[in-house]
């Protein structure tokens, strides 16, 4: 079975609950266990540092608030480290799955985060970019959720086709096997 992390950062509220979320998906008739993190942006004692949640994650939903600046620049910062930290590790870009996502979009008339500037974010550092509002669709929230999870479910059938020898190899390997050990016992 896959296993795939998320960690949900950034924080557009004043929450102070955190929770891990754990649950056995279904995606394409492949079981992913799922672990989910959603840490208060608050700081707290037994709470892991961003580093290490950063490090524990294998794909990333970041969360600003279009009405709130600061909240902008915290997920522009948390982007960067994630770049930033990932760069030589084991994991490729293309397996490190990152979504941008503004929320209160329901609160257009207060913004302070142009739509372009959050899609100018996720370009550079080759994210997906949401704008929505968690308040009134959930509907939204849910389908970014399953498109990660798609995404992580199809970079690691990659992976997998990477590390498997092409199917001419494999056959070659087969008739050696078979005609190899007739040859020896003629
Ligand atoms: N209008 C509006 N308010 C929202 C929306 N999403 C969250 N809020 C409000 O923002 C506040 C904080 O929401 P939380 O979900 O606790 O925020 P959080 O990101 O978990 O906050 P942290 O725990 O600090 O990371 C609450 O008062 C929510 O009702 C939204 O889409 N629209």
Redesign the pocket.
């Known amino acids: 079975m896959d296993e795939m992390k998320i960690a949900v950062l950034g924080?557009?509220?004043?929450?102070?609950?955190e929770c891990i979320y754990r649950k056995c998906v279904s995606v394409d008739g492949r079981q992913i266990n799922l672990e989910l993190y959603d840490p208060?942006?608050?700081a707290c004692e037994g709470k892991p540092a961003l580093n290490d949640q950063i490090h524990w994650a294998d794909g990333f939903i970041l969360?600003y608030d279009i009405t709130d600046r600061s909240s902008f620049r915290t997920a522009k910062a948390i982007v960067h480290l994630i770049r930033e930290l990932h760069r030589g590790s084991a994991k490729r870009d293309i397996d490190l799955h990152i979504f941008l996502v503004g929320?209160?979009q329901?609160?257009c008339h207060m913004r302070e985060v142009q739509h372009e500037e959050g899609q100018r974010l996720a370009a550079e550092f080759h994210c997906q970019f949401y704008e929505l509002?968690?308040?009134?669709h959930y509907q939204e929230v849910a389908l970014i959720f399953s498109k990660m999870v798609q995404n992580a479910s199809l970079s690691s059938k990659a992976r997998e086709r990477r590390r498997r020898p092409s199917g001419s190899k494999s056959m070659a390997k087969l008739i050696n096997n078979v005609f190899g050990k007739r040859r020896k016992s003629v």
């Open positions: 924080g557009d509220g004043v929450g102070k609950s208060c942006s608050q969360v929320n209160k329901d609160l509002s968690v308040a009134e």
